[in-house]
């Protein structure tokens, strides 16, 4: 089911060269580190050279179980025997620190849809991809796969979810918190990272309210919650409050 395994090295200073020589894989190296949009996206030209059509991305925090390739799959194949014109398929639950994530569910021709997921853990398609130009590298860590997946809904596609998949992602630091009776993450992110994540979540959000405005909205409360709870709960409260203003002042992009 998996023909070949890419390992993207994108110039780290650890090396683990004397594993990968032990295991069939192939490694793809960057001289200068340039986030994991690059990388991605040199996967996917060898899969377009190498005539494959579907390539799942995985970071180093996120684990599989033995069966999450054939779940994967036979969501793939349920959602194509309905017409869904499928660009991504997901886990539909992701498990972080022992506490189950769900994305909202979109039901189209009964087949399990949502709007943006992971870049850990999803099968994308090549073609599609590459039609809308493969990974933005402008945005940052935690905006290049929701810009990714607005960019192919814009497009026509469908983001899948596999029923019954679940992947287990390691979020660092993070932790569950209980509000409202609902169970969200505080990230414990850094504040540089912070200001990264506010900055790219406000850039889509323009484009994102006019394809699906209930999305847009729902994405701002989830980055105004998570920013609420970096500056109560988290620690260097008072950075994190001026990296989010950071995030939040006008910048222009290439």
């Known amino acids: 089911m998996v023909d070949v395994v890419l390992v993207a090295d994108d110039a780290s200073p650890a090396t683990f060269d004397s594993l990968l020589r032990e295991i069939p894989v192939l490694v793809l190296r960057q001289e200068k580190t340039a986030g994991n949009a690059r990388v991605v996206n040199a996967g996917i030209t060898f899969e377009r050279e ?3 059509s579907w390539i799942l991305t995985v970071d ?9 390739m054939s779940e994967l799959q036979d969501g793939l194949n349920q ?3 309905t017409g869904v014109n499928v660009a991504a398929v997901a886990a539909q639950t992701v498990i972080a620190d022992d506490t189950p994530l769900e994305y909202p569910i979109k039901q189209v021709a009964g087949v399990p849809t949502t709007t943006e997921v992971f870049l850990s853990g999803t099968l994308w398609s090549v ?7 493969g990974f933005d590298g402008s945005f940052g860590m935690d905006g290049v796969d929701a810009a990714a997946c607005l960019a192919l809904r814009r497009q026509g596609y469908r983001i ?13 630091s ?3 918190v209980r509000l409202l009776g609902r169970t969200v993450m505080a990230t414990g992110h850094n504040p540089s990272r912070r200001t990264q994540m506010v900055r790219s979540r406000m850039r889509q959000f323009p484009q994102e309210l006019r394809t699906d405005p209930s999305q847009a909205l729902r994405s701002l409360r989830r980055l105004a919650v998570n920013t609420a709870l970096a500056v109560s709960v988290e620690e260097d409260r008072w950075a994190q409050a001026k990296a989010t203003v950071r995030g939040l002042r006008p910048r222009r992009y290439r």
């Open 50 to 52: 190498s005539d494959r």
């Open 60 to 68: 180093q925090d996120s684990e599989l179980p033995t069966n999450y």
């Open 79 to 81: 959602a194509l025997d």
């Open 127 to 133: 073609a599609a991809l590459e039609g809308i130009g």
């Open 160 to 172: 899948v979810l596999a029923p019954g998949a679940r992947l287990v992602h390691g979020y660092g």
């Open 174 to 176: 993070a932790r569950p």
